[in-house]
């Protein structure tokens, strides 16, 4: 049965209306073509069994359902998520694989009533876009038992994500950039690039012992040229330009078409399209008792 959270963020109705069904279209590339990301990470993570751990922005639910294997039958896991038809798909997954240690519930993370008694949480680029990481971070720090740790994934800057910024450049000689009325589905994938913006937020949340990896690899961005360019016109930074650019982009799309494809095509190869990307594996945990 589907358990719905209240929530204050502005940003859940743009996620459910706007960015979900562009995730379905794109789930391939979201959901095995970026794992990177969280494979390396989560295969190096020993938990003991009987933890109990929640997945923030836990999307389908593949991460979440990794951390119910880890931690055992006698372990549990919280995944939370504001879009329920991502959650649709990772309780499917969950009863197809005979998990019952694992929970997806539909909730705004800045204001879900935890009880204070989990041991470990993770999120997976899910960080980036509360409108009050701050609040947030907080609110997580209150369901951790003390000495409780959090480790989370988030991309590190534009510069460091060809992946994203070629398109973004690419675009962008065609179109203007948005303007400070775009809509958003927060404060960005890149809000938290900085580690000691970073470091600041954990500690003003009540964190410690916070440490930042850079984590740098290979992405599948498309199963071919054609996959890919579709993909960068509905999300990501030159998602966001042409969605905001309205008629003006829907005049020039061939051309932009165009020079995308012309811009994507040097990383098509017989694994889809590949480019590079880099982001942060951040970890913190609770003062001990």
């Known amino acids: 049965m589907s358990e719905v959270a209240s929530t204050n963020d502005v940003f859940t109705a743009f996620w459910n209306d706007v960015l979900a069904p562009k995730f379905e279209r794109f789930r391939n590339i979201l959901l095995d073509g970026l794992s990177f990301h969280s494979k390396g990470p989560l295969a190096r993570l020993a938990l003991p069994a009987g933890t109990r751990a929640i997945d923030v922005g836990c999307g389908w639910g593949d991460t979440a359902i990794e951390l119910a294997r880890k931690v055992g039958p006698g372990g549990e896991v919280l995944g939370l998520d504001c879009c329920e038809a991502f959650l649709r798909a990772g309780r499917a997954a969950a ?9 997806f519930v539909a909730a705004d993370v800045q204001a879900y009533p935890f009880a204070p008694r989990y041991d470990f949480c993770f999120s997976r680029f899910g960080m980036m876009f509360f409108a009050n ?62 580690p000691d913006v970073v470091r600041g937020q954990l500690r003003a949340a009540g964190f410690e012992a916070v440490d930042l990896v850079r984590n740098d690899g290979p992405v599948m961005v498309g199963r071919d040229v054609e996959q890919a360019m579709q993909f960068q016109l509905a999300l990501g930074p030159a998602g966001e330009i042409v969605r905001e650019a309205g008629a003006q982009a829907q005049s020039r799309k061939e051309e932009i078409e165009a020079a995308l494809r012309g811009a994507i095509a040097p990383y098509a190869g017989p694994d889809g399209v590949v480019m590079q990307s880099s982001s942060w594996v951040i970890t913190a945990r609770t003062p001990r008792a």
């Open 95 to 103: 009863q197809a694989e005979g998990l019952r240690n694992v929970q």
């Open 133 to 194: 990481p701050v609040a947030a971070m907080r609110n997580i720090r209150t369901a951790l038992v003390p000495g409780g740790e959090l480790m989370f994934v988030v991309w590190r800057s534009l510069a460091d994500n060809p992946w994203m910024a070629v398109p973004k450049e690419t675009v962008l000689r065609y179109l203007p950039p948005p303007g400070d009325d775009a809509q958003t589905c927060g404060p960005g994938p890149f809000s938290m690039a900085n």
